[in-house]
């Protein structure tokens, strides 16, 4: 064989000539699958010579090469609908010449094994094929970049040959990212180690592991990042603090600090929240956004991470209080649990001490430093100036002046509002992420309109969210309906009810003792639900976010992170996720 290319990057020419130095191995791995007009063939040469150049430098060494084609049943079953397969592979070239390639096959969902295969040629030539033997994970490595948890170091037994070999890699990040669903796969070299047959024996080898990169939901995708989310979290706010924390945050004391005043006030509350399995997606939604568009989010993470999820967990905390939530996430709201004025003061106190990370940096620039401060500010008076519109008309509804609005167009009125409230802290983001990427000025338009519609089409699924009777939602059902909200998704129920219904909705909407009443309040919420509008607002979800995406996706090249936010908003608005676990407020 003959391979020539140009060196990535350095564009040296490269030109090798591969030969067999041993015999090649053909193995019927369609077999083991079970579903023959399906399957794959597979053949290696596991030991050729290399020579060639490098530019102007003569090389030489050894390679592996291996070929499979065929159908598809090694990534998908013959189900309907297919489910995802996954296999791990392993070849190893032993120092007395032996070779071996083996591979399980597994359900991704389940982790089921359905076939197995173990091809060795001993260093006498005679190959051997067995299809009972023990392969073990050892240790596991999880990828920063997607997220996903790699086995990396394996035990392979094999009891009728006397076998045991242990796989270790070189590097544990060699992990390679590929489009599409898989998103990763995980091939390195590394080395065997054991005894076969009553003697030591090592050797080189290489591993590969594809099926582990599959998002079957969002909820589980949505876990496997909260703990890299929880980890910067923990770092900047401890959950117990100590005098190195403060001085952290407002530096050295002209007197004495009391640490433990902070845990009580701060840490305590924030912590009582931000530890009822919030899904995190703020913080997802930035660091996907950052590494789509080309800068390396890892150096900011802290930034990344930590800013969006301390600002909303504060608005929450403000939004209750004002709302007079009795549950937030399934569990007493945090200002009925410690009392009006912790909670104010640790909110308060999280909108701006993630600021301090900004301000600190070590690898932002200046200039970084000054615009993202700017950008966090001005989203943040956005948002205070939709939560004021909110409670304006919450405290001056009556039948009246609902009539008045319904006459005046008041739905555009309440997207504008949802625009400040919900979304000005996703388009800070996307700001952010403009200037860190230091993308051209023609796209910046297109990634903050993106995320404005992203952040107006999740709160009106949470519209929807608040009607559900699901036992994963964590507040109380038709609770803005209780509080007397004039929510998008309530006026849609008025514009589609028929006069009977809809007189008696915008009643009870418009008294508060009516509202009280259990009996009247959930005839209330069976009309909003039963009148179509749930269905009606998901669709003008979609309607949002679709066109902004296609908008964002010509200025966007393909990649992972990119795929992974299509994945996210997809979940976020898609009737399919109605019976999975909501991305909560």
């Not at 076998?163 to 065997?192: C, K, S, T």
């Not at 599959?214 to 401890?238: G, K």
């Not at 989203?379 to 405290?395: E, K, M, P, V, Y």
């Not at 005839?523 to 949002?544: D, F, K, T």
């Amino acid at each position: 064989m003959h391979l020539a290319f140009n060196e990535p990057g350095a564009g040296r020419s490269i030109f090798f000539e591969l030969t067999p130095a041993t015999p090649g191995l053909v193995i019927e791995a369609v077999r083991t699958i079970g579903e023959p007009e399906e399957g794959m063939q597979y053949s290696t040469w596991p030991s050729m010579r290399l020579r060639g150049t490098a530019g102007d430098l003569e090389v030489a060494g050894e390679c592996w090469f291996d070929h499979q084609w065929g159908g598809r049943a090694w990534f998908l079953s013959q189900d309907s609908p297919p489910r995802a397969r996954g296999w791990d592979w392993l070849g190893f070239r032993l120092d007395d010449g032996s070779q071996g390639v083996l591979s399980t096959h597994w359900d991704v969902e389940s982790g089921e094994q359905m076939a197995c295969h173990f091809t060795l040629r001993d260093c006498s030539g005679t190959v051997h094929v067995c299809h009972s033997f023990e392969w073990t994970p050892l240790r596991w490595w999880t990828s920063i970049g997607t997220r996903i948890t790699h086995p990396v170091e394996w035990r392979l037994r094999v009891p009728e040959w006397d076998m045991e070999l242990v796989f270790v890699p070189f590097a544990d990040n060699q992990e390679i990212r590929v489009f599409g669903p898989l998103r990763a796969i995980w091939e390195g070299a590394g080395r065997v180690r054991g005894r076969m047959r009553g003697g030591p024996v090592e050797g080189s080898a290489r591993l590969e592991g594809q099926g582990r990169g599959y998002i079957p939901d969002s909820s589980a995708y949505l876990r496997a990042w909260a703990s890299l989310v929880d980890r910067e979290l923990v770092r900047f706010l401890p959950k117990a603090i100590e005098e190195s924390d403060i001085r952290r945050y407002a530096g050295p004391p002209t007197w004495l600090y009391e640490p433990s005043s902070y845990t009580s006030t701060l840490a305590k509350p924030l912590w009582d929240l931000m530890g009822r399995e919030g899904k995190r997606w703020r913080a997802v939604f930035s660091f996907l956004l950052l590494d789509s568009l080309g800068r390396d989010p890892e150096p900011v993470r802290d930034v990344v991470f930590v800013l969006p999820e301390m600002l909303h967990n504060a608005s929450l905390i403000i939004d209750d209080i004002q709302d007079d939530s009795a549950l937030r996430r399934g569990q007493e709201s945090i200002h009925r649990r410690y009392g009006l004025d912790v909670a104010i003061s640790a909110a308060n106190t999280a909108y701006f001490l993630p600021l301090l990370l900004v301000l600190d940096h070590a690898v932002l620039t200046t200039e970084e430093k000054r615009a993202t401060c700017e950008i966090y500010q001005r989203q943040l008076i956005r948002a205070h100036l939709g939560q004021s519109l909110d409670i304006f008309w919450t405290h001056t509804l009556s039948a009246t002046q609902l009539d008045c609005w319904m006459a005046d167009s008041i739905g555009p009125k309440i997207l504008q509002m949802y625009a400040l409230k919900t979304a000005a802290p996703l388009e800070g983001l996307a700001e952010a992420a403009v200037l860190l990427a230091r993308i051209g000025p023609a796209a910046r338009q297109p990634v903050v309109q993106f995320a404005r519609c992203m952040g107006l089409a999740f709160q009106l699924i949470d519209d929807i969210k608040n009607f559900s009777s699901s036992p994963s939602w964590g507040k109380q059902r038709g609770e803005d309906l209780r509080a007397g909200k004039l929510t998008y998704l309530i006026l849609r129920a008025l514009e589609r009810l028929a006069p009977p219904e809809r007189e008696f909705l915008r009643d009870m909407l418009c008294r508060p003792d009516r509202r009280c009443d259990p009996g009247v309040l959930n005839q209330g919420i069976e009309l909003v639900v039963h009148s179509g509008a749930c269905e009606q607002v998901r669709e003008e979800a979609r309607a949002l976010v679709a066109p902004a995406w296609e908008a964002f996706s010509l200025f966007v090249p393909p990649s992972s992170s990119k795929m992974e936010l299509r994945f996210l908003w997809e979940s976020l608005v898609d009737p399919s996720t109605e019976n999975q676990e909501p991305l909560q407020s």
